[in-house]
């Protein structure tokens, strides 16, 4: 499989989301952007097949339903 090279004109908000994701996690721009793509069409067809997804608060154990608008 073949790399592609694409050009992004990212928000400010999203530019400021990958330098917080690169600064946590310690990788590279290209790999965050990378992962994240992975992440968002796993999470796309998981609920066009009708799933639901939540977040679970682990300290207070309530759950939120998770929407994409």
Known sequence: MSAS???VNLTE???KALQDAVSSSGDTQTDVINRALQVYAYLE???AA?????VENADR???E???FF
Do not use: A, I, N, P
């Open 5 to 7: 090279r694409v050009t």
């Open 13 to 15: 908000r999203s530019t």
């Open 45 to 47: 067809s998981v609920m």
């Open 50 to 54: 009708g799933s639901r997804l939540y």
């Open 61 to 63: 154990q309530e759950r």
């Open 65 to 67: 339903r998770l929407r």
